[in-house]
């Protein structure tokens, strides 16, 4: 898995800086983030019960994009004793797109490789339409057709209120539903299954901090929305927890 890590990054270092000495007229943007949230919560599921660092590294190469994006637990239960945490790298995702705007509409296309310690790794393929309007209500639809054998769609609205010079709140909603994806987890009968899956709404505030450095602050609240999701949820869940609170902290340098 490790080997993987690094020649994924070493082949998007050399394909983006290949590509910067060729054609100079083709914009380039980069960024170095990285989260400090109080938990790790994916499509509803809290995956750790204690603080989490989640770095992330993005570019974007005119219409192509790539990001690597990796979760530290900072407290991850020894296999010896429940009772000795020890903080550990738990997962590692590349993320590949495509991207192409006509109009209004925005369609990207890409790919996902979860590479994840204590479980096997998976892969997805999905697509997403956004429209610039009001709330700019975008669809996305992944397919893991690796270890999930299903799909997981999420329709999401957003809007951005600048609240100062630079400064901007932002506040988003989204729903999602499962399509037989056995990533997601199970129903009280054990099977795979087709029902809507969580709600989360959320709230973040960009601070501009020096030039490119920016600070956002931010909080999130997730709830099943069927009860194949809250059994699903309550099986997955690091400590059991069906509607999860969380929020932490993201510093930015975009480039």
Do not use: C
Not at 172 to 200: H, L
């Amino acid at each position: 898995m490790k080997s993987f890590r690094v020649l994924v990054l070493a082949m998007i270092i050399a394909v983006m800086a290949a590509g910067s000495l060729y054609a100079e007229d083709i914009k380039t943007e980069g960024s170095v983030s990285a989260d400090v949230m109080s938990n790790y919560v994916w499509r509803g599921q809290k995956l750790r019960n204690s603080w989490v660092v989640q770095p992330s590294v993005a570019i974007t190469y005119g219409v192509f994009g790539a990001n690597i994006w990796a979760n530290y637990d900072s407290d991850r239960p020894e296999a010896t004793s429940s009772d000795t945490g020890h903080g550990e790298m738990t997962e590692t995702d590349v993320t590949l797109t495509y991207t192409r705007s006509i109009d209004k509409i925005s369609l990207t296309a890409g790919y996902i490789y979860y590479a994840l310690d204590g479980a096997n790794d998976t892969q997805e393929l999905f697509v997403s339409a956004g429209y610039d309007t009001l709330l700019s209500p975008t669809l996305t639809i992944y397919y893991d057709y690796d270890e999930g054998q299903g799909a997981f769609v999420v329709a999401s609205v957003g809007h951005s209120f600048e609240v100062m010079k630079e400064m901007s709140l932002d506040l988003g909603a989204s729903v999602s539903y499962n399509i037989k994806n056995k990533v997601m987890g199970y129903d009280k009968n054990g099977e795979d299954f087709n029902n809507f899956y969580n709600g989360e709404i959320s709230s973040s505030m960009t601070i501009p901090v020096w030039k490119a450095v920016s600070v956002t602050p931010k909080i999130a609240y997730s709830f099943p929305l069927s009860n194949d999701a809250k059994e699903a949820i309550k099986n997955i869940s690091d400590d059991g927890d069906k509607d999860i609170f969380y929020g932490g902290v993201n510093l930015a340098l975009s480039f």
